[in-house]
């Protein structure tokens, strides 16, 4: 079983910048991969950025150049930089990890998912 902590989010003007974090605990041998989705209201939700274990990244079109994605594989924390900020980008932010635990399972895990709103 894995728990994922986020935090990080808030309020911020159009144009600013937020950096969110996301801790996994729990019974995890190894983290195959971490990353950020978000549901904007009356949206579906969608993939932001996610990164491997081995570095390998992966970003949403809408992100490109604004967010980035990086990871503490030691301490089984993922980040995400967020630039230039846009109202667009308003959404619960959900972080998601893919892990094998101490048991040797390989399952994917979700945060509860931290807001962030953009004003205009």
């Known amino acids: 079983q894995v728990q994922l902590v986020e935090s990080g989010g808030g309020l911020v003007q159009a144009g600013g910048s937020l950096r969110l974090s996301c801790v996994a605990s729990?019974?995890?041998?190894?983290?195959?991969?971490m990353g950020w989705y978000r549901q904007a209201p009356g949206k579906q939700r969608e993939l932001v950025a996610a990164?491997?274990?081995?570095?390998?990244?992966n970003y949403a079109d809408s992100v490109k150049g604004r967010f980035t994605v990086s990871r503490d594989n030691a301490k089984n924390t993922v980040y995400l930089q967020m630039y230039s900020l846009k109202p667009e980008d308003t959404g619960v932010y959900y972080c998601?990890?893919?892990?094998?635990?101490?048991?040797?399972?390989?399952?994917?895990?979700w945060g509860q998912g931290t807001q962030v709103t953009v004003s205009s």
């Open positions: 990164i491997t274990s081995g570095g390998i990244t």
């Open positions: 998601h990890v893919v892990s094998r635990t101490v048991e040797g399972a390989v399952g994917d895990y």
């Open positions: 729990g019974s995890i041998f190894s983290i195959i991969a």
